[in-house]
T-cell receptor
């Protein structure tokens, strides 16, 4: 069964450094998302992406964050200058229609030191 | 503000029994509701989707109900097995907002 893949599985970075989290969504999907989950807390929406542009973003997704779909397969989340509070699991998700189920990857654990 | 409530206490049941998990919401009119399973350190795995005009959905041992009057969804696992032990998340979506809003999840422990 097709799946969403994310790399790396774990990223350790010094505060203030830039990180890029990578995702390969399911190939025929059109809608792409990033969520995060701080340890012990809810899954929280960050940003959605459709037709090569951001369609929605949450308050969490400030100027430090950006997303890109550089080619036909990858979908990336960049954090420009990481803060301690950015430490979390970051999940990528994709879906084939506006109200179809979202399918998630296994996430990247981001640890900011 | 929108609020989604799932029982934060763990649910412990015996193998073979039916597990029933609850998702209540307020200040929200979702177009659909999804249930996910999440194991420690893993991403949410999609289980079932039910739309606002549907009362019930089934898939193998799983059943979901959706009552838009009560603003509640119930998720049932029949003939539960120890392998069903996980955290179960409910997530709501509407037509205007494509992203999902998640509840905090309920941890299910099935004892052999």
């Amino acid at each position: 069964e097709p799946e969403v893949t994310q790399t790396p599985s774990h990223q350790v970075t010094q505060m203030g450094q830039e990180v890029i989290l990578r995702c390969v969504p399911i190939s025929n999907h059109l809608y792409f998302y990033w969520y995060r989950q701080i340890l012990g807390q809810k899954v929280e929406f960050l940003v959605s992406f459709y037709n090569n542009e951001i369609s929605e973003k949450s308050e969490i997704f400030d100027d430090q964050f950006s997303v890109e779909r550089p080619d036909g397969s990858n979908f990336t989340l960049k954090i420009r200058s990481t803060k301690l509070e950015d430490s979390a699991m970051y999940f990528c998700a994709s879906r084939d229609s506006a109200q179809g189920p979202q399918h998630f990857g296994d996430g990247t654990r981001l640890s900011i030191l | 503000s929108q609020k989604i409530e799932q029982n934060s206490e763990a649910l412990n049941i015996q193998e073979g029994k039916t597990a029933t998990l609850t998702c209540n919401y307020t200040n929200y009119s979702p177009a659909y509701l999804q249930w996910y399973r999440q194991d420690p350190g893993r991403g949410p795995v999609f289980l079932l989707l039910i739309r606002e005009n549907e009362k019930e959905k089934r898939k193998e041992r799983l059943k979901v109900t959706f009552d838009t009057t009560l603003k509640q969804s119930l998720f049932h696992i029949t003939a539960s097995q120890p392998a069903d032990s996980a955290t179960y998340l409910c997530a709501l979506g509407d037509t205007g907002r494509r992203a999902l809003t998640f509840g905090s999840g309920t941890r299910l422990q099935v004892q052999p």
